[in-house]
Structure formats: structure tokens, C-alpha cells
T-cell receptor, first 113, second 112 residues
Framework: SAVISQKPSRDICQRGTSLTIQCQVD?????MFWYRQQPGQSLTLIAT?????????ESGFVIDKFPISRPNLTFSTLTVSNMSPEDSSIYLC??????????FGSGTRLTVV | GEDVEQSLFLSVREGDSSVINCTYT??????LYWYKQEPGAGLQLLTY?????DMKQDQRLTVLLNKKDKHLSLRIADTQTGDSAIYFC????????????FGTGTKLQVIP
């Protein structure tokens, strides 16, 4: 299965600033997914990123707040913009393995102070 | 929309069996998954089952599916301290490229 490298693994950021999270996959994949896991909660899909097209955002998430880049088939970034303490979460990228489900990165633990 | 529910917490003694339960609402669910999340880590796919199956066994793991009741369970035999983690049930309507909905997660605590 694919191996995903995600960085940074954690960060503490000041409110009002932005953080860009990177996700590198060891094989070419068509679709990459970005999730948010708020403290003590399940995973919520933020957006789906396809190479060569704009990301598709889920209800409640907008491009201005969470811009995504997908420059090639092995890499994607998610930016959390103008951060507030409510953005403190774990952010995970994921790729599909076909019917066998999804592979996840190790996550970025973000704390906004 | 789709909804997946799990109990929040389960505590078992080492060597006993653990049973983690999950219910879902989407009658069109085709694939059902169990993921494991250890502290500070991402999610690891443990196993999955197609909706036309009622049981799948993989070493210490047994998945049971009652499609009529929309109930999924994960049984871990001979539970070890290394099994302590949060376990997420998830469902999708199709493999791979379909949206996956995750449950709330069950924290399994294994007591030595």
C-alpha cells in the first residue's frame, strides 16, 4: 500500500497566522483527501484534491479558509488560513487504495494560541 | 445524511476478547471498514467487509455484519496491551473513490 509522509507533525501557531501542511505519497494517486479530527472527535472530510483541477470542498469548508494545492500526482498541500483557536485539530491527508479503503498520513497536530 | 455511531469507551482485561460495536444508517453502504488509531498516529486500516458478506475473519480479528439491522462489530480475540487504541468504524457506498463516513470512535483500554 502507499506510504504517506506528512509534515509538520505538530505545530503551535499564533492566531491570525497561516500554516501550510504538506503531504507526499510514494506513488502516483489520482485523488487525495484532507480530513480534520477535532479533539476527541471523529474525522471530518474537508476536501478532495484532484491533480489538475480545483479541490472539491465539503459543506462547511471554504477555499479561502483552507486553500489546497495539488501540483502533481504525488504531492498536495493544505493551508489553514487566518487561524483561530477553533482550528486546533489534527489534520490528516489520505489516499485511496481502491476497494481496500484509505491510507492515512500520520497527521499534523495543530495548536492555535 | 449518513450517520455512523459507536460507543465511546470499552475496557477489557488482557487475554479476554473485545467486541466493538457500530451502527450505521445508510442502506446503500457497500464497504464497511475498521480503522485503528494509536496515540499521536494516523489511522491504520485493520480490515474491511463487503455488504454482501456477513462475516470476515483475519487472524485475531472477526468482523460480523448484520445488514438488516445495519450493525457491524469487530471482535479482537486474546486482546493485548498493544491493542489499546481508538477504533473507528467507517462506511462508504463504493470502494476507493466514494466518500467515507467515519464513526465517533471507540477507545479501547486493555488492562494488564
Amino acid at each position: 500500500s502507499a506510504v504517506i509522509s506528512q509534515k509538520p507533525s505538530r505545530d503551535i501557531c499564533q492566531r491570525g497566522t497561516s500554516l501550510t501542511i504538506q503531504c507526499q505519497v510514494d506513488s502516483q494517486v489520482t485523488m487525495m483527501f484532507w480530513y480534520r479530527q477535532q479533539p476527541g472527535q471523529s474525522l471530518t472530510l474537508i476536501a478532495t484534491a484532484n491533480q489538475g483541477s480545483e479541490a472539491t470542498y465539503e459543506s462547511g469548508f471554504v477555499i479561502d479558509k483552507f486553500p489546497i494545492s495539488r501540483p502533481n500526482l504525488t504531492f498536495s498541500t493544505l493551508t489553514v488560513s487566518n487561524m483561530s483557536p477553533e482550528d486546533s485539530s489534527i489534520y490528516l491527508c489520505s489516499v485511496t487504495q481502491g476497494a481496500e479503503g484509505y491510507t492515512f498520513g500520520s497527521g499534523t497536530r495543530l495548536t492555535v494560541v | 445524511g449518513e450517520d455512523v455511531e459507536q460507543s465511546l469507551f470499552l475496557s477489557v482485561r488482557e487475554g479476554d476478547s473485545s467486541v466493538i460495536n457500530c451502527t450505521y444508517t445508510d442502506s446503500s453502504s457497500t464497504y464497511l471498514y475498521w480503522y485503528k488509531q494509536e496515540p499521536g498516529a494516523g489511522l491504520q486500516l485493520l480490515t474491511y467487509i463487503f455488504s454482501n458478506m456477513d462475516m470476515k475473519q483475519d487472524q485475531r480479528l472477526t468482523v460480523l455484519l448484520n445488514k438488516k439491522d445495519k450493525h457491524l462489530s469487530l471482535r479482537i480475540a486474546d486482546t493485548q496491551t498493544g491493542d489499546s487504541a481508538i477504533y473507528f468504524c467507517a462506511e462508504s457506498r463504493g470502494g476507493g473513490y466514494q466518500k467515507v463516513t467515519f464513526g465517533t470512535g471507540t477507545k479501547l483500554q486493555v488492562i494488564p
